[in-house]
């Protein structure tokens, strides 16, 4: 019992962040009709604000060291706690959530820079060509990461309160040895905030119900005298910012290298096509559910009976949802028929 | 989407009359002499940039018929597969393992190659084939990264996982008899194949695989599969079944794959899981768009402008490129250094993601369109001035 639990919470995670990125492909096709490749860099964008947060807050001075006496030593203080002692050593340590400040501006205007200045010239062109050139895209973007902050992953823990695990045995009263990162549990947390705030924002205000018209039918949207296209690139900067603050937070979990981006992506394509490509729903619901089904299927009692079911699980359960609901779990009629 | 719309200007072979006039069959014929010879000769004509040396020309080769049969899936039918490089891994497994227990007669090999390699393709093709579109290239990415997850995971017995599949002493080689001390090399009956002639049997599998390209291409059933590509739909509303059609397209570009994967084999006898890295299914999409997909010759060139790139580029340091700007004064000199600096070494993917933008962005039909578009101005310039 203990361990179908632990595995659920594993794979909702992970799941959270598929299904951040997945939402976010999702929103870019059902307004724009654009495959985007980009999108997993956009994660690691995203996961690098909060890297560039932490060299940001931890600027440091050489001073000197004055517990060794032998000889003169020196240590690097960041500013921060030379200016404001432990107000600034906290800063320091809650750079990661921190760095929401960063990421939300950097993404929307790395979103709307890329949707102006390339996208908005593939909406024409098949889908071939647009997966070529976000695939091109994202390799650029990918090696000017690489070239800025280097090839090997770079550690950004998680703030020291929430470091440890919760033990949520005891709170459930299923008993001892049911321990969980915090931090997992609030990356769920997060990621299911955003998703709610997506949808609500989709749902309740005028804006939303504005774009929610217009992927339905678009010309009839624009021949009514609303600038379709401005909505819909906003759209696009959320969906960017959306999959920047997935990456952001995904930090402590996974520290960030530059192709982290390129291995979500493939899993999160898979997510969209299992969900249904078009449908916003079934790419929250596909993430989850892929998420937990790989989780369990890492377990060792699954493992014993399928061997190597762990490094499949996601592909086999795409193969099968699109040989079987060839739209995917939630797909309409109509959208990207072959 | 329809299947059809991939870059219409890279359809030149398809405006073109191809129906087996004798003008153009001649035109064919002349062309495929030129390639073949062209082909042959490489180490003398790459001497002068510096790319005459074996294995680079191997490269050359390989590479030019890993695109060549994967133009003969994308380039004829549209159907844009992500997940060729399982087929090239699957090949070279089959090859080494050829060498292991039957001989190092590289001849069983590349059979056993295409041979599985084909077999793949079909099993593969008959599931991702029901779906078209961008289905299709995730259903063929989803099989490819699960063959590259099975091959370091569980199937390490066959692929001898992370390490790779490598020659040992103990292999059986059951046709070769006992072997001396040193690991045998792989041999063409009795003659050795490193170097260049380990090239030789490349540049001869390639200029093959060429010409039987060409044959499909101008074939009842390479019309088929441009129809299927121009409208699947309308195909299939005459009463046409298209299903054999792209499956027997698959298969065939699988199959050369195989054959591309085996010969990596024969010119250095390993294989590993990573050939079938969907990283390396992504290289091939670029070797064909970047040569114009749709052309014979156009993938054939792309495999070759990135592998000598790739060669090139990564061999630049701060010291070669300093020499190299040496005859600008110091400060721009410098300044020189710093601007390249990023696009070379380790930053050559980026020259490669760049390039490969600007291609897709400004000329969708590659290479080749470029060159018929700068040779149909000239002669527009010289009919001007005859007229």
């Known amino acids: ?338 | 989407m329809s299947t059809a719309t991939i870059g219409s200007p890279s359809d030149r072979s398809a405006r073109s009359p191809t129906i087996a006039g004798s003008a153009s069959n001649r035109a064919d014929h002349v062309k495929f002499l030129i390639f073949a010879a062209a082909v042959l000769t490489m180490p003398i004509w790459l001497s002068p940039v510096g790319a005459a040396y074996p294995d680079l020309v191997q490269k050359f080769a390989i590479y030019g018929i890993f695109a060549i049969g994967f133009n003969i899936l994308f380039g004829l039918t549209g159907y844009l597969s992500f997940g060729h490089a399982a087929f090239l891994g699957v090949g070279s497994y089959a090859a080494v393992w050829s060498f292991k227990l039957l001989t190092m007669n590289i001849v069983p090999a590349m059979l056993f190659g295409v041979l599985a390699g084909g077999v793949f393709a079909l099993l593969i093709g008959y599931v991702s084939l029901r779906r078209s579109g961008i289905y299709f290239s995730i259903l063929t990415l989803a099989f490819a990264q699960m063959s590259y997850n099975l091959a370091y995971s569980v199937l390490t017995p066959i692929t001898n996982g992370e390490t790779g599949l490598q020659l040992a002493h103990g292999d059986p080689r059951v046709l070769d008899g006992p072997a001396g001390a040193g690991l045998p090399s792989t041999n063409l009956f009795g003659v050795e194949t490193v170097g260049y002639s380990g090239f030789y049997v490349c540049a001869v599998a390639l200029i093959l695989a060429y010409y039987l390209a060409l044959r499909i291409t101008r074939s009842p059933f390479g019309m088929t599969l441009r129809a299927i590509k121009s409208n699947q739909n309308r195909m299939n509303y005459t009463g046409f079944n298209t299903r054999p059609y792209t499956l027997a397209a698959f298969v065939i570009s699988g199959m050369y794959a195989g054959l591309a994967g085996s010969l990596m084999a024969v010119v250095d006898p390993l294989a590993g899981a990573e050939r079938m890295q969907w990283t390396a299914s992504g290289e091939v999409v670029l070797m064909t768009i970047l040569g114009g997909s749709g052309t014979l010759l156009g993938p054939v060139l792309g495999a070759g402008i990135i592998k000598y790139f790739e060669n090139i580029f990564s061999a630049f340091n701060d010291q070669v490129l300093s020499r190299m700007f040496d005859f600008l004064p110091a400060g721009l000199g410098d300044l020189m250094v710093d601007l390249v600096q990023p696009f070379v070494g380790d930053g050559w993917h980026l020259t490669l993601g760049v390039l490969f933008m600007l291609i897709v962005i400004f000329l969708p039909g590659g290479v080749m369109e470029g060159v018929s578009r700068v040779a149909g101005r000239l002669r527009r310039v010289r009919s001007d001035r005859t007229g």
Not at chain 1, 44 to 50: D, K, S
Not at chain 1, 128 to 147: D, M, P
Not at chain 1, 201 to 222: H, I, K, W, Y
């Open chain 1, 1 to 338: 019992m203990d361990a179908v639990v632990l595995q659920a919470l594993n794979g909702l995670d992970k799941g959270g962040a598929y299904a951040l990125i997945a939402l976010g492909l999702t929103l870019i096709f059902g307004t724009l009709g654009v495959v985007n490749f980009a999108h997993g860099a956009l994660f690691m964008l995203g996961a690098f604000c909060a890297v560039t947060m932490q060299k940001l807050l931890t600027l440091s001075q050489k001073v000197e060291d004055t517990s060794v006496t032998f000889f003169k030593a020196y240590k690097e203080v960041p500013y921060l706690e030379i200016w404001f002692g432990d107000t600034g050593a906290a800063l320091i340590d809650f750079a990661v959530p921190l760095a929401i400040v960063l990421t939300i501006p950097v993404m929307l205007v790395v979103g709307l820079v890329m949707e102006r200045g390339l996208i908005q010239y593939f909406y024409k062109r098949s889908h071939a060509e647009q997966i070529l050139v976000t695939f091109g895209l994202a390799i650029v973007i990918q090696e000017i990461i690489k070239s800025a902050f280097g090839a090997n992953p770079i550690p950004t823990p998680a703030p020291e309160a929430v470091a440890g695990s919760a033990d949520i045995g005891a709170w459930l009263g299923v008993g001892q040895g049911l321990i969980y990162p915090y931090w997992r549990l609030i990356y769920l947390a997060f990621s299911l905030a955003i998703i709610a705030a997506v949808f609500a924002f989709l749902r309740f205000t005028t804006f939303g119900m504005v774009v929610r018209a217009g992927m339905q039918d678009r010309e009839t949207v624009g021949l009514l005298g609303i600038d379709v296209q401005r909505r819909f690139t906003i759209v696009f900067g959320i969906a960017a910012v959306v999959a920047g603050l997935a990456g952001m937070m995904y930090t402590p979990i996974l520290p960030p290298d530059y192709h982290m981006g390129m291995d979500f992506l493939v899993l999160s394509f898979v997510v969209v096509v299992v969900g249904g490509m078009g449908s916003l729903e079934g790419a929250v619901l596909a993430g989850f559910l892929l998420g937990i089904l790989q989780s369990f299927a890492s377990m060792n009692e699954v493992k014993a009976i399928i061997p190597g079911i762990d490094q499949i699980i996601v592909y086999l359960v795409a193969v099968v949802v699109l040989q079987v609901r060839p739209r995917g779990l939630f797909g309409r009629r109509g959208v990207m028929e072959g």
